[in-house]
């Protein structure tokens, strides 16, 4: 069973950078698509960013394009969301996402929760205007 575990939270103002990590441990992530999801009080888990095994590709929400970067470090077994030009939007609980152990090599429907079995503890991100 795989294990996530995000850092790098906190409070930034308007405008501001943060950069979360989601460490794994049980598993190589390189071998599967990862996914950053975001979910702010009263709402679901949103799709944030994703990317697909190997690093093939990186996908994101329209509302976090252009300003938001989704990374790996496989040497160090890690994901990465670096972002930028934060807004009070953005404001809410930060989850990395792994698929099924057997989902290796998959894509899937990238942006859908439930395709996603293993969650990280969440990282609060709070943006103050």
């Known amino acids: 069973q795989v294990q996530l575990v995000e850092s790098g939270g906190g409070l930034v103002q308007a405008g501001g950078s943060l950069r979360l990590s989601c460490a794994g441990s049980?598993?190589?992530?390189?071998?599967?698509?990862m996914g950053w999801f975001r979910q702010a009080p009263g709402a679901e888990r949103a799709f944030v960013a994703a990317s697909t095994w190997g690093s093939r590709g990186t996908y994101y929400a329209d509302s976090v394009k252009g300003r938001f970067i989704i990374s790996r470090d496989n040497a160090k077994n890690t994901l990465y969301l670096q972002m930028n030009s934060l807004k009070p939007e953005d404001t809410g609980v930060y989850y990395c996402?792994?698929?099924?152990?057997?989902?290796?090599?998959?894509?899937?429907?990238?942006?859908?929760?439930?395709?996603?079995?293993?969650w990280g503890q969440g990282a609060q991100v709070t943006v103050s205007s």
């Open positions: 996402a792994a698929p099924h152990e057997d989902r290796r090599y998959y894509v899937g429907n990238y942006y859908n929760p439930s395709e996603y079995d293993n």
């Open positions: 049980g598993r190589t992530l390189s071998s599967y698509t």
